[in-house]
């Protein structure tokens, strides 16, 4: 049933050719790796600057630009895809990869909000407090973009959407809050802001990997050697869903808390 429904999703069987054409969108490899690394951490930059000044200004239109050429669904892709094929090299470069734009997207936001530090209020900004804590609305809309994200980029005639894909879930702009928070010392508000983002980030690696799963990606690419990588696979892939449950819950328990104080 599966083959079928993935299939028809996929829109033909998954072959080499599909194989390779995601490899090359989604996986920093090859000849021209060093091009794409400079290329992603240009874009982190800039899509980080964006985001920073859009939450200072509290404009919705700066941010969803910051969203628009935001490149970190790449690496995400790339490391749902890697799961699925049971990649380990793959898997490394693309975690790697995801953790440098993580790390550069913070230090932008910080950066760039120091000189600024004492000219505003973050709890004034509704832009930067709505960023401060997960939600199930959040997850929810995280795991639908995973899916999303996938379904795109396994298609070529549905690629086009991928500007889309990239406006629905917030990966950015919460990062460059966390910059912003720390930059003004607000601590605990920046570890808020940050297990948003992994919570964005863990969903839509789960739901991408399923979907790529689904479609038939595994079956082609899995080698007999690479089963203990399907194994480290799935144990990465329900640690993540513990993860996921933990701020979420603590949120949930924050806000029946108040509600009981009130």
């Given at each position: 049933?599966w083959?079928?429904?993935?299939?028809?999703i996929?829109g033909?069987?998954?072959n080499?050719?599909?194989?390779?054409?995601?490899?090359?969108?989604?996986?920093y490899?090859?000849?021209?790796?060093?091009?794409?690394?400079?290329?992603?951490?240009i874009l982190?930059i800039l899509?980080?600057?964006?985001a920073?000044?859009?939450?200072?200004?509290?404009?919705?239109?700066?941010?969803?630009?910051?969203?628009?050429?935001?490149?970190?669904?790449?690496?995400?892709?790339?490391?749902a895809?890697?799961?699925?094929?049971?990649?380990?090299?793959?898997?490394?470069?693309?975690?790697?990869l995801?953790?440098?734009?993580?790390?550069?997207?913070?230090?932008?936001?910080?950066?760039?909000?120091?000189?600024l530090?004492?000219?505003?209020?973050p709890e004034?900004i509704?832009q930067?407090?709505?960023?401060?804590s997960?939600g199930?609305?959040?997850?929810?809309?995280?795991?639908?973009?995973?899916?999303?994200?996938?379904?795109?980029?396994?298609?070529?005639?549905?690629?086009?959407?991928l500007?889309?894909?990239?406006?629905?879930?917030?990966l950015?702009?919460?990062l460059?809050?966390v910059?912003?928070?720390?930059?003004?010392?607000?601590y605990?508000?920046?570890l808020?802001?940050?297990?948003?983002f992994v919570?964005?980030?863990?969903?839509i690696?789960?739901?991408?990997?399923?979907?790529?799963?689904?479609?038939?990606y595994?079956?082609?690419?899995?080698?007999?050697?690479?089963?203990?990588?399907?194994?480290n696979?799935?144990?990465?892939?329900?640690?993540s869903?513990?993860?996921i449950?933990?701020?979420?819950?603590?949120?949930?328990?924050?806000?029946?808390?108040d509600n009981?104080v009130?």
């Amino acid at each position: 049933m599966w083959n079928s429904i993935g299939t028809i999703i996929h829109g033909d069987t998954v072959n080499k050719t599909h194989v390779n054409r995601i490899r090359d969108l989604v996986l920093y490899e090859g000849s021209e790796v060093k091009k794409k690394i400079v290329k992603f951490f240009i874009l982190v930059i800039l899509s980080s600057g964006i985001a920073t000044y859009g939450l200072l200004g509290n404009s919705v239109a700066v941010i969803i630009g910051a969203m628009i050429i935001a490149p970190l669904m790449l690496p995400i892709m790339g490391l749902a895809y890697s799961i699925i094929a049971g990649d380990i090299k793959a898997m490394k470069s693309s975690l790697l990869l995801s953790l440098g734009g993580i790390i550069a997207a913070i230090a932008v936001g910080f950066i760039l909000t120091l000189p600024l530090n004492g000219a505003f209020q973050p709890e004034n900004i509704n832009q930067i407090m709505i960023r401060t804590s997960p939600g199930l609305i959040d997850l929810l809309a995280a795991l639908v973009t995973g899916f999303a994200g996938a379904f795109a980029m396994s298609r070529s005639d549905v690629s086009d959407t991928l500007p889309g894909v990239a406006i629905a879930i917030s990966l950015v702009p919460p990062l460059a809050n966390v910059g912003i928070l720390l930059g003004t010392f607000n601590y605990s508000l920046a570890l808020g802001s940050f297990l948003l983002f992994v919570t964005n980030y863990l969903a839509i690696l789960i739901t991408g990997a399923a979907l790529f799963g689904i479609m038939g990606y595994s079956k082609v690419t899995l080698l007999e050697k690479s089963s203990n990588a399907k194994k480290n696979g799935i144990i990465f892939v329900l640690i993540s869903l513990i993860v996921i449950t933990l701020p979420l819950g603590y949120n949930g328990y924050n806000v029946v808390t108040d509600n009981s104080v009130t």
